[in-house]
């Protein structure tokens, strides 16, 4: 018989051990080996059985044991100084207070976190991402109030069958047995949260709050009595269920999650938050709730829009269109329009802000763009591309200026690395980490210091690798008798490589297996072999991905490699952490430019490993040609089957002629110099730009602080500052179609301009009922290429220099003609406001209909 509902039953702590909750509740200790060290302590055997889960672990303790050590005044003492720390951790100043003008409180939305693998609420990157974000903030004393769902199940665990197909199980989560408390009125009642669905339907939710070091992360459950079933299912797995479960998810973390912030902060005294953070479009509801609340105390739909805007945050982590939630139009307008409209918010408003070239889409993440004043993507090269996938929301505007900036992801290195690195950089280098500064003194630390290390964490992952195969095979229906040859598999000595992330067919798992002799030649190579372990989840739905999957383990399984080549099931944050840390070299090969960030690699780096990549996301930026190898890209290659094979011979040459070389290269005392030396290097050029602390002062210092700034303005004297911003705008939209450059003169160089002279302009712009104050006169010059096309232009801006009778306004300002060869200019319009953040924010720009003076010559 199975049961219909489970729940775990928490041990009662004896009053000399209450303090243990205390630890325990705070997931701080899932980044702090002392607090771990402590439950070790408490039953060393049962730590390892229940996984280093401390909330597994207190349940699993017999009360004999505890009232042990209850009487143990050792135990005791290490217990108080356990949790005295962990106070002076929570209300310390830290970074953050010593900012000035500085937010309040931020709010920061995710549909997944990654903090640790006794809450499993994460598929892949960008969970593991928001968890790092959440610990950095923590550490720095960012004041963050994070947003999620909680998962009934979870992602999914994965195991294989006898055939190496991919199997997706599903386990249920009891939020008892987890490190999670439930929010509360202050009578005891637990919080509720409330939605209004179609056909008089009404989704429910109870908040669960997870403590994440000094940040609070709330996380909305819909399998609550109130519900109906569907409605209760609403949060059963991470990313499953069809368009409608995934609208009704969106809904509640975006929408609910407003409502769980001000029930929270209601209930706590914490500030509410002035910057709200959404991660990509999944919880782009959130700024259509703060619309609602906002017209419903008699602002407008415009008015209001302004004030939210100026105090969002949009994220996008995708580079790719298919990446993107996008949902029909008529499931929307059910959503909002009819019975269940909003009385202040037309449905017809909601529609134009997810408005894209397909009429029968709603597009979450132009929605969320429409919604953020800033925009950023994860990486410089990620910038890029995204600014030119969204180029169409800012027509006329040049792609490098539409405003979608980048801040490069970082790691949470005490969760990352490797503890005896953690404990060398705190003896030899105590600032490194806090501060992010002194990373050249790792080239003071001795080469034989850092090898024993880099052999310790080896040993450990081919250790963990070989109990993990040899519990793969068991479920995949061998005997034990049968298995013996997994004690040989893996060999701490030899060069070992790690490929470890999702499965999407842009990732390429199999380029590896392009020739499958040249790579078995590596692993078997008699004095230079190299050793592989893979992991990675495919998407349940995606068939492609269980493929590629089968095709790695059918190849692992040969038995003349297998002792080579492995592949790992159930890619979880235990076995990243084991990966990251052992590895000597981490492989990355995504099709370029697809890969938006990664962040695995940033942690091997800060494990003193090296990196083997295609030069995609953030290691297109920080390749500096000694700190790692990059994998030649055949971009201009549009056979995709050629292009492959190009790039994994390449991949093949490089691990054997350089890789290999390098790795087995020993001086007399046996260590290998010049490998010693590129670890050295990568540490100390990459070390403190990858470290998520790094990533969080990037986020408050460029996006965070100006974020809260526009938001206090557009705010004060009851919104009277939104209520003239969106006058002006909706006054500036209106009359920009007369806005037009009519005439354009030059004088000051003569027929042969020399470089060092320069160019004086007079603009005559028409602009209809528009003051000369509203706009911003500019002359675009520099290099021009064959079809007269400005290259990367600079701008000068153009003084008003008067209006005439009839309304034209005149403009005037010098070009220099600073460098040589084919020049050209133009002057441009676009709208001017001192509580615009970017030129092109209102995606409105005026040009001459014609070309206008062009140099026809080169400068000289």
């Given at each position: 018989m199975r049961a219909i509902r489970r729940f775990t039953v928490r041990t009662v702590l004896p009053a000399e051990l209450a303090a243990l909750g205390e630890l325990v509740h705070n997931l701080r200790w899932s980044w702090h080996p002392e607090t771990m060290d402590l439950f070790a302590e408490v039953d060393p055997v049962l730590w390892e059985r229940v996984g280093h889960d401390p909330v597994a672990l207190l349940g699993a303790v017999g009360p004999d044991r505890l009232a042990e050590l209850a009487a143990d005044r050792r135990f005791r003492r290490r217990l108080a100084d356990a949790a005295d720390d962990l106070r002076e951790y929570m209300t310390a100043p830290r970074w953050y207070q010593t900012l000035p003008d500085a937010a309040r409180a931020i709010a920061y939305f995710s549909p997944e976190y990654g903090i640790a693998a006794a809450l499993p609420q994460y598929s892949g990157g960008l969970g593991i991402l928001a968890g790092d974000h959440l610990k950095a903030a923590s550490d720095l004393g960012v004041p963050i109030l994070a947003v999620g769902l909680l998962y009934r199940h979870g992602y999914f665990t994965q195991s294989l069958s006898p055939e190496g197909w991919q199997l997706e199980h599903y386990p249920s989560l009891d939020a008892g047995g987890l490190p999670l408390s439930l929010l509360k009125e202050p009578g005891g009642a637990p919080v509720k949260i409330r939605i209004s669905l179609p056909d008089d339907r009404v989704l429910h939710a109870q908040v669960w709050m997870a403590q994440v070091g000094r940040v609070p992360l709330l996380l909305l459950d819909s399998d609550v009595a109130e519900n109906d079933s569907a409605a209760r299912d609403v949060t059963d797995r991470l990313y499953g269920g069809g368009t409608d479960h995934r609208l009704m998810q969106e809904l509640l973390l975006g929408v609910g999650g407003v409502r769980a912030i001000r029930a929270f902060c209601r209930i706590t005294g914490n500030p509410d938050p002035e910057v709200f953070h959404t991660n990509e479009g999944h919880a782009g509801f959130l700024g259509l709730e703060r619309i609602r609340e906002l017209t419903e105390s008699r602002l407008s739909f415009d008015e209001a829009l302004e004030a939210v805007r100026a105090g969002t945050v949009f994220t996008t982590h995708t580079p790719v269109p298919?990446?993107?939630?996008?949902?029909?139009?008529?499931?929307?307008?059910?959503?909002?329009?009819?019975?269940?409209?909003?009385?202040?918010?037309?449905?017809?408003?909601?529609?134009?802000?997810?408005?894209?070239?397909?009429?029968?889409?709603?597009?979450?993440?132009?929605?969320?763009?429409?919604?953020?004043?800033?925009?950023?993507?994860?990486?410089?090269?990620h910038g890029e591309v995204s600014r030119d996938m969204f180029k169409d929301l800012w027509p006329g505007f040049d792609v490098d200026e539409v405003p979608i900036g980048s801040i490069t992801n970082g790691v949470h290195a005490p969760t990352w690395v490797g503890r005896e690195f953690m404990e060398l950089a705190g003896r030899e280098l105590p600032s490194l980490l806090e501060r992010a500064r002194g990373w050249e003194g790792v080239q003071k630390i001795s080469?034989?210091?850092?090898?024993?290390?880099?052999?310790?964490?080896?040993?450990?992952?081919?250790?963990?690798a070989r109990a993990r195969l040899?519990?793969?095979?068991?479920?995949?229906?061998?005997?034990?008798?049968?298995?013996?040859w997994i004690d040989d598999v893996l060999d701490p000595e030899v060069l070992t490589i790690g490929f470890a992330r999702r499965v999407p067919s842009y990732k390429r798992l199999t380029l590896m297996l392009s020739d499958p002799e040249r790579l078995s030649e590596l692993l078997l190579h008699p004095d230079k072999p190299v050793q592989i372990l893979i992991a990675g989840k495919a998407h349940p739905a995606d068939e492609g991905g269980k493929k590629l999957i089968q095709q790695i383990v059918k190849f692992a399984d040969r038995a003349d490699v297998r002792h080579r080549i492995v592949f790992l099931p159930d890619y979880d944050m235990a076995l990243a952490q084991l990966l990251v840390q052992g590895c000597d070299v981490w492989l990355n090969n995504p099709l370029r430019p697809l890969e938006a960030s990664g962040t695995s690699g940033m942690k091997s780096a800060l494990n003193g490993g090296l990196n083997l990549s295609i030069r995609d996301g953030w290691w297109d930026e920080w390749y500096d040609g000694t700190n790692g190898w990059a994998i030649p890209t055949a971009d201009g290659v549009t056979d995709p089957d050629r292009r492959d094979e190009l790039e994994a011979t390449a991949l093949y040459d490089l691990i054997e002629h350089e890789v290999a070389d390098r790795f087995y290269d020993r001086a007399a005392d046996g260590l290998p110099r010049r490998w010693m030396e590129m670890v050295k290097h990568t540490l100390t050029s990459l070390g403190p730009k990858v470290l998520a602390g790094r990533m969080l002062r990037d986020y408050v210092v460029g996006l965070y602080t100006p974020a809260a700034r526009a938001a206090r303005a557009l705010s004060a004297d009851g919104y009277a500052p939104a209520r003239a911003f969106a006058d002006w705008r909706l006054k500036v939209t209106k009359e920009w179609p007369g806005v037009r450059v009519e005439h354009v003169e030059a004088s000051g160089v003569g027929d042969t301009p020399e470089v060092g002279a320069s160019l004086e302009l007079r603009a005559t712009i028409t602009l209809g009922d528009l003051e000369p104050g509203d706009v911003l006169v500019e002359a675009a010059y520099g290099r021009v290429g064959p079809h007269d096309e400005l290259i990367h232009p600079e701008y000068a801006e153009l003084t008003a220099a008067g209006v005439d009778d009839d309304g034209r306004a005149h403009f005037t300002g010098v070009v220099p003609l600073g460098r040589t060869g084919a020049f050209g200019?133009?002057?441009?319009?676009?709208?001017?406001?001192?509580l615009v953040a970017a030129r092109a924010e209102l995606g409105l720009i005026a040009v001459p209909e014609e070309p206008v003076g062009m140099t026809n010559g080169t400068l000289r």
């Open positions: 298919a990446g993107i939630d996008r949902f029909p139009v008529d499931m929307i307008a059910r959503q909002f329009g009819g019975g269940n409209a909003w009385p202040t918010v037309p449905v017809e408003r909601i529609l134009e802000l997810g408005a894209e070239a397909d009429p029968g889409r709603f597009n979450m993440a132009v929605m969320g763009m429409r919604l953020a004043q800033r925009v950023n993507g994860v990486s410089e090269l080469d034989a210091e850092i090898w024993e290390i880099r052999r310790e964490l080896r040993g450990r992952l081919v250790e963990g040899r519990q793969s095979w068991l479920d995949r229906g061998a005997s034990p008798a049968e298995l013996g200019y133009t002057v441009r319009v676009v709208p001017h406001h001192p």
